[in-house]
Nanobody, 128 residues
Framework: QAQLVESGGGLVQAGGSLRLSCAASGRTFSSWTLGWFRQAPGKEREFVAAINRIGTSTYYSDSAKGRFTISRDDAKRTMYLQMNSLKYEDTAVFYC?????????????????????WGQGTQVTVSS
C-alpha cells in the first residue's frame, strides 16, 4: 500500500515562495500520474497542477499557471510544487495525489475523483 506524505508548507508573506514536497513510501510511484490539489476553509478541493508518468507533460489551473511549477524525481520518489509570487488567496491546505492507472487528459487529471492515493495535506498560509 502506497503512502504519500506532504511537507514544506508554512507561513509566508504575499509575494514570497514555498516549495512543497510529496514523498512516496510503500511502493514506487514512478509510473503514476501525480497531482496537487488544495482546499481552503469552506471551499471544495480544487485542482492546482498535474504531471504525467514520465514527467514530460504538465497541466495547471489558471490560478497556478505562470506562478507554480510541478516536477517529479522518481529516483527520490518525490514530487514537488514550486510556488512563487504567492497571494493571500493561495492560503489553503495543499494535498498531493497519485494514481497508477490515470491517463493524462486534462479533464481527468484535474478531477480529485480520479485519484486513489492521497497525502494528509500541508498548510500553506500567505499573509497579506
Amino acid at each position: 500500500q502506497a503512502q504519500l506524505v506532504e511537507s514544506g508548507g508554512g507561513l509566508v508573506q504575499a509575494g514570497g515562495s514555498l516549495r512543497l514536497s510529496c514523498a512516496a513510501s510503500g511502493r514506487t510511484f514512478s509510473s503514476w500520474t501525480l497531482g496537487w490539489f488544495r482546499q481552503a476553509p469552506g471551499k471544495e478541493r480544487e485542482f492546482v497542477a498535474a504531471i504525467n508518468r514520465i514527467g514530460t507533460s504538465t497541466y495547471y489551473s489558471d490560478s497556478a499557471k505562470g506562478r507554480f511549477t510541478i516536477s517529479r524525481d522518481d529516483a527520490k520518489r518525490t514530487m514537488y510544487l514550486q510556488m512563487n509570487s504567492l497571494k493571500y488567496e493561495d492560503t489553503a491546505v495543499f494535498y498531493c495525489a497519485g494514481d497508477p492507472n490515470l491517463l493524462f487528459f486534462p479533464s481527468r487529471v484535474s478531477s480529485p475523483n480520479e485519484y486513489d492515493y492521497w497525502g494528509q495535506g500541508t498548510q500553506v498560509t500567505v499573509s497579506s
